[in-house]
């Protein structure tokens, strides 16, 4: 059974940084595609980065510049990041880190798509002050 918990949400002031945390527990695939998507109220849940078991990684135009996913190298940790900087009011959502065993699809930019991800957690909300 797959869950992934979501960690390191909270309130900072437009320009701030923020570091959220995924912890991955029952994932035993080699191969994988995980990251995060957001979801503000009353628009649709959308893809923010995603990073690929070959190390490569994808981001959403509008988060381009300003955050960096990653994922611990030590397996026994296998912990999900996504550092956010200069931090905008239009970045306030509730995030969710997600995961799946197939590839990373970027051709077409699949891989912001809400239908590739079999695992999702529960979300931390971050909020953003101007």
């Known amino acids: 059974q797959v869950q992934l918990v979501e960690s390191g949400g909270g309130s900072v002031q437009a320009g701030g940084s923020l570091r959220l945390s995924c912890a991955i527990f029952?994932?035993?695939?080699?191969?994988?595609?995980m990251g995060w998507f957001r979801q503000a109220p009353g628009k649709e849940r959308e893809g923010v980065a995603v990073?690929?078991?070959?190390?490569?990684?994808?981001?959403a135009e509008s988060v381009k510049g300003r955050f960096t996913i990653s994922k611990d190298k030590d397996s026994a940790k296998n912990t999900l990041y996504l550092q956010m900087n200069s931090l905008k009011p239009e970045d306030t959502a509730m995030y969710y880190c997600?995961?799946?065993?197939?590839?990373?699809?970027?051709?077409?930019?699949?891989?912001?798509?809400?239908?590739?991800?079999?695992?999702w957690g529960q979300g931390t909300q971050v909020t953003v002050s101007s």
């Open positions: 029952g994932y035993t695939h080699r191969s994988y595609c």
């Open positions: 997600v995961a799946d065993r197939a590839h990373c699809l970027y051709k077409a930019g699949f891989y912001l798509s809400t239908a590739a991800y079999n695992y």
């Open positions: 990073i690929d078991s070959d190390g490569s990684a994808g981001y």
